[in-house]
């Protein structure tokens, strides 16, 4: 793919003036036309210069990471020890988001009580997972909070939340993913705190043939939701659908019913007896990008051990920090997303907590 592709692809419908120039180029190319010079050829140029730039941009940033931590590190101090120590001493949130993150630590605290009472297994997952092992607590700059649950205990959560006056749990059917967004939320439907759940469940191996027939179940449910007429108002008119609503059961189930399909396929299996592995399900799952290590050995997750999280001993992975650095690459280094992280929670929600 030529460069000016590679760029076109990342634009929105909207840039008509790129979108139109470059079909004129490819097209007639006229810009060249007089030169003799292909456009292929200024492109592969193109190509060179910009691969050039980028690894010298790399360089620099390693170079400059390298010297920043050489002198913030102390006599005798390691290089690790040194990035550990700069993480946990950065100021926490302040403001409206502070709020939101104590809020939705109390919602935490109530949540791991519940399943303690009910004897159900979750984690702290991925940005929340990489918060407690680097900071203990929330990343500064996070608004939300990611766990991960197995089928089955989710099954047995919704039971207990049923008899729950404090809490309660929703079910979203998201277009753009095509997944089920399971949150834990307070009763009082004013409280914009929540808790994200993503569903996970227990394999019999951890062969890629498994992992391999389970992509293309869920590449199957996506192309199926896509087209089916059934669902055309998800896509077309309303991308996150509540559950509840009537015109939600077709969309649920499909979701069921392809989660039956990888239990007849051998991918699941309904609890831990005679398992091997554990795997991000369906409902949740979008590798198109090779993201993270979906498919697992069990001990990787369990047991679960507790670890400080905003005061609290939270449960988080066994093989906790090999699962962020899977999906994160090195934790200590210098975050890329201080400043760009999706923000969950709109504005004036947040400004409702002030």
């Known amino acids: 793919m030529g460069r000016f592709a590679k760029i076109k692809q990342f634009l929105p419908p909207s840039s008509r003036s790129f979108h139109g120039m470059y079909q004129e180029m490819v097209e007639s190319n006229w810009i060249v036309?007089?030169?003799?010079?292909?456009?292929?050829?200024?492109?592969?140029?193109?190509?060179?210069?910009?691969?050039?730039?980028?690894?010298?941009?790399d360089a620099h940033d390693a170079h400059m990471k390298l010297l920043a931590w050489a002198t913030?590190?102390?006599?005798?101090?390691?290089?690790?020890?040194?990035?550990?120590?700069?993480?946990?001493?950065?100021?926490v949130a302040t403001g409206s988001l502070r709020l939101l993150q104590l809020g939705c630590t109390q919602l935490l605290h109530e949540f791991d009580e519940l399943c303690t009472k009910e004897s159900l297994t979750y984690w702290l997952a991925y940005g929340t997972l990489v918060g407690a092992l680097r900071h203990q607590g929330f990343v500064p700059w996070d608004d939300d909070v990611d766990l991960g649950m197995m089928r089955g205990d989710i099954e047995r959560l919704a039971g207990a939340l049923e008899r729950s006056d404090r809490l309660r749990m929703t079910e979203v059917y998201d277009a753009y993913v095509r997944c089920r967004q399971l949150r834990i939320r307070y009763r009082d439907e004013t409280n914009p705190c929540f808790l994200d759940i993503f569903v996970y469940d227990y394999t019999p191996s951890c062969e890629r043939a498994?992992?391999?027939?389970?992509?293309?179940?869920?590449?199957?449910?996506?192309e199926e939701m896509a087209t089916s007429e059934a669902l055309a108002f998800w896509k077309d008119n309303d991308a996150c659908v509540d559950a509840g609503r009537s015109d939600a059961r077709p969309i649920a189930e499909t979701f069921a019913r392809y989660a039956a399909q990888a239990a007849e396929a051998g991918c699941y299996l309904p609890n831990e007896e005679g398992a091997e592995g554990v795997i991000w399900s369906l409902d949740n799952m979008d590798d198109e990008l090779g993201l993270g290590q979906r498919i697992v050995p069990l001990d990787t997750y369990f047991p679960v051990e507790r670890v400080p999280f905003e005061g609290l001993m939270l449960p988080v992975p066994h093989k906790a920090t090999w699962l962020a650095e899977v999906e994160y690459g090195d934790i200590l280094d210098l975050p890329s997303d201080i400043h760009s992280h999706f923000s969950h929670v709109t504005e004036e929600e947040l400004d409702s907590l002030s």
Do not use: C, I
């Open 210 to 222: 498994l992992f391999e027939r389970h992509q293309a179940l869920r590449a199957a449910m996506v």
């Open 72 to 91: 913030y590190r102390k006599e005798g101090e390691s290089y690790d020890d040194a990035r550990k120590r700069f993480f946990r001493v950065l100021p």
């Open 33 to 57: 036309k007089d030169t003799g010079l292909k456009l292929y050829e200024m492109d592969a140029r193109l190509n060179e210069r910009l691969d050039e730039l980028e690894r010298r941009l």
